[in-house]
């Protein structure tokens, strides 16, 4: 922490601890244990940063709108820098009644985060591209995971109902919008889940950060199970009438009652 005085994200990310009142120790911590540097939020260079206040006290969160052409090393990298820069997720903030107690920011979920993606490692190799092959669009979240949305009638299938969680990625059931950015840039804002409607997109009444808390949940399933194995488990629990999975996630949080 000496030197010269931080400059771009790394200066952000300290602002943010402090505004968050972050301890000074967990940031050290957290440099110390996984080797941060300011290099190592160039990632989020050249992407599209997308803020959202929306209960309007000056604490803001930030999303990353991956470009088209991100490489799956360095949307997995842009994904980690999004957790660490944002210093919080907002979930359960301000006596927010939630599924389950929220897990203190620090260097033990980053490696939570990172062995996770290690485990979902198919998700940035290949579904990355999939997705923008396609024409769908994805985003950095700030509670260390990928949401998307969007895309062609092949990018269709793969999200449903409210939405979907294949491995490290949320799909937002809004299928091919006239822009899937915007989309996304419009949703984040908000601050709330969008759906699918008759009438196009529309903002429901559940918290964004729940919502991916939720989804979060169910990508540590798909890393626990293996792809094969949570797709099995799944498939079983919809033939014999169980609910476990979504249980597990969080009925409420993920907008089920």
């Given at each position: 922490m000496?030197?010269?005085?931080?400059?771009?994200?790394?200066?952000?990310?300290?602002?943010?601890?402090?505004?968050?009142?972050?301890?000074?120790?967990?940031?050290t911590t957290i440099a110390a244990d996984h080797?941060?540097?300011?290099?190592?939020?160039?990632?989020?260079?050249?992407?599209?940063?997308?803020?959202?206040?929306?209960?309007g006290d000056g604490i803001f969160?930030?999303?990353?709108?991956?470009?088209?052409?991100?490489?799956g090393d360095d949307a997995a990298q842009a994904v980690r820098m999004t957790y660490l820069l944002n210093a919080g997720t907002d979930y359960g903030a301000g006596g927010e009644k939630t599924d389950f107690t929220p897990t203190p920011y620090g260097s033990g979920e980053l490696q939570r985060i990172i062995d996770r993606q290690k485990a979902n490692s198919w998700s940035y190799d290949e579904d990355v591209g999939f997705v923008h092959g396609n024409?769908?669009?994805?985003?950095?979240?700030?509670?260390?995971?990928m949401m998307g949305l969007g895309g062609n009638i092949v990018q269709d299938p793969f999200s449903q109902k409210g939405g979907t969680a294949w491995g490290d990625t949320?799909?937002?059931?809004?299928?091919?919008?006239?822009?899937a950015a915007q989309q996304l840039r419009t949703m984040v804002t908000s601050g709330h889940a969008w759906y699918s409607g008759d009438d196009g997109p529309h903002q429901g009444r559940l918290d964004l950060d729940r919502l991916l808390h939720h989804e979060e949940r169910h990508s540590g399933q798909w890393a626990r199970e293996g792809h094969a194995?949570?797709?099995?488990?799944?498939?079983?629990?919809?033939?014999?009438?169980?609910?476990?999975?979504?249980?597990?996630?969080?009925?409420?949080?993920?907008?089920?009652?």
């Open positions: 000496t030197g010269p005085a931080p400059t771009g994200f790394y200066r952000q990310w300290l602002e943010n601890a402090v505004r968050r009142g972050v301890p000074v120790e967990t940031i080797h941060v540097t300011p290099e190592a939020f160039t990632v989020l260079d050249g992407m599209e940063e997308i803020r959202e206040d929306e209960d969160k930030s999303y990353f709108l991956m470009p088209t052409d991100v490489s024409g769908g669009r994805l985003v950095t979240t700030p509670n260390g995971m949320f799909m937002v059931n809004i299928d091919d919008p006239d822009d194995g949570y797709i099995s488990s799944y498939l079983w629990e919809q033939i014999t009438g169980g609910n476990e999975t979504e249980e597990d996630a969080g009925l409420s949080d993920g907008g089920y009652h």
